[in-house]
């Protein structure tokens, strides 16, 4: 069973400060990992992907890679209150067949002002 | 209309009823999912579909059931569902790759989502 794990939370930061948000999967052959923020009540929407081992930057966002140690990250720089949600992890699942995607469980932000 | 849609946004349905949930996806992806997702716990996949084709069935109860009648369009068919199948379901497409790399538009693209409730 592949799975991704994360810390389910709260993690809470204080405004400005930065939220560092870990996942750990255990699929050695993924190749293709997402970062999905989740608002209460509403459906997920993406914020970064990334496939590279190192990082990649988009704004106040940056995605971490570690494939060798089977791990990626997302860190928020200068946090917002509005940034508070839930952030889930993904990577995609390829078979013979198509592909599939496997989430984990999220870890809930609080970012306090 | 844009991205992926999702009819009806709301449903409060009795355990002997019948009903569709509908999803409709305007990005001309070739593949389409349902995900279940209660509250504090990860999404779980229930269905997929490849070029219209079910590949992956997760175990579901037979009380779902899923139709997918071209690329653009998925139902899921609820009947005799039990109070613990309250729950946000929700519809996903995406463009299947069967190789190469991806870009940053091949992702999944989910609609709002459908609140169940089941009394």
């Known amino acids: 069973q592949k799975e991704v794990e994360q810390n389910s939370g709260p993690l809470s930061v204080p405004e400005g400060a930065i939220a560092s948000l870990n996942c750990t999967y255990s699929d050695r052959g993924s190749q293709s990992f997402f970062w999905y923020r989740q608002y209460s009540g509403k459906s997920p929407e993406l914020i970064m992907f990334?496939?590279?081992?190192g990082d990649k930057e988009d704004g106040r966002f940056t995605a971490q890679l570690n494939k060798a140690s089977q791990y990626v990250s997302l860190l928020i720089r200068d946090s917002q209150p509005s940034d508070s949600a839930t952030y889930l992890c993904?990577?995609?699942?390829?078979?013979?067949?198509?592909?599939?995607?496997?989430f984990g469980p999220g870890t809930r932000l609080s970012v306090l002002p | 209309e844009t991205g992926v849609t999702q009819t009806p946004r709301h449903l409060v349905m009795g355990m002997t009823n019948k009903k569709s949930l509908k999803c409709e996806q305007h990005?001309?992806?070739?593949?389409m999912y349902w995900y279940k997702q209660s509250a504090k716990k990860p999404l779980e996949l229930m269905f997929v579909y490849n070029f219209k084709e079910q590949t992956e069935n997760n175990s579901v109860p037979s009380r779902f059931s899923p139709e997918c009648p071209n690329s653009s369009h998925l139902f899921l068919h609820l009947h005799t569902l039990q109070p613990e199948d309250s729950a946000l379901y929700l519809c996903?497409?995406?463009?299947?790759?069967?190789?190469?790399?991806?870009?940053?538009?091949?992702?999944?693209?989910f609609g709002p989502g459908t609140r169940l409730t089941v009394l």
């Open positions: 990334i496939y590279s081992n």
């Open positions: 990005l001309g992806h070739n593949a």
């Open positions: 993904a990577f995609i699942e390829q078979h013979n067949y198509g592909q599939n995607f496997v």
């Open positions: 996903a497409s995406s463009q299947d790759l069967a190789a190469g790399r991806l870009s940053s538009t091949d992702t999944q693209y």
